[in-house]
């Protein structure tokens, strides 16, 4: 059984701007002060700046494996003064010992009081590249499958330091987000797993509805303008 202390969460009290265009942006994330009220879009004084592809109901908390900064640093050392702490990647949550490989769509956790379920993993945006000053920081991202993921929220609740993330139900085994990363960026016209991938009630409908899209064209939508920006 997964269980997980969490002794810190993270927030965008204020926006800052990215790239050329100044976009507004709540990547660059600082610890919340204790205790962290989790409500149905997700942690009391967290902003957004792109309200239409990032926050909302499907998208109200993000969590990003710890385990990964080593892996970054490893492959590009530079990296090291970015990933010296958390939350480098823009997540509320960042924990060890929790992964792609180890949680599925749907993976229901107790987060203190809250209820909280997996919705969909992290697609990467052109804000990756502004944030890291490297330009294509977010294909990368993508390519490596070390996106992290999304929670939707069942429950509103309040969340102590040293409360625990535990997982209390999973209804659906058979996938995990690393096989939704595979799917969605490998094995791109997989069409009898698509099939099987917009069915998945448990997943956040956007990503139901592109499995759908690809099944009907039978081609591959276009990653540029999300992956580099207009």
């Known amino acids: 059984m997964v269980s997980i202390a969490i002794e810190t969460m993270f927030a965008a009290h204020s926006l800052a701007t990215l790239g050329p265009r100044a976009a507004p942006s709540g990547i660059a994330k600082t610890a919340a002060p204790a205790p962290w009220r989790i409500g149905d879009t997700g942690l009391d004084g967290d902003r957004q700046g792109d309200l239409v592809h990032h926050g909302g109901a499907e998208k109200a908390l993000h969590h990003y494996p710890r385990d990964h900064y080593a892996r970054w640093i490893e492959e590009e050392p530079a990296l090291a003064g970015s990933l010296a702490t958390a939350p480098a990647f ?66 509103e609740g309040i969340v102590q330091p040293g409360d625990r993330l535990e997982r209390i139900e999973r209804p659906l085994p058979d996938w995990p987000l690393a096989r939704l990363n595979e799917l969605l960026y490998r094995r791109t016209l ?7 991938m917009a069915a998945l009630s448990e ?4 990503w139901r509805e592109l499995a759908a899209r690809r099944l009907e064209r039978r081609a591959v939508e276009d990653w540029s303008s999300r992956l580099q920006g207009a």
């Open 90 to 155: 823009g997540e509320n949550i960042s924990t060890f010992g929790l992964t792609e490989a180890d949680v599925c769509v749907g993976d229901v956790f107790a987060l203190g009081s809250a209820i909280v379920q997996v919705s969909q993993g992290r697609q990467p945006c052109w804000k990756l590249n502004a944030h890291f000053t490297r330009k294509d920081m977010a294909r990368r991202v993508q390519e490596s499958g070390r996106t992290g993921w999304y929670y939707r929220v069942l429950r």
């Open 190 to 196: 997989d069409f009898e797993s698509l099939e099987r």
């Open 203 to 206: 997943l956040a409908a956007p």
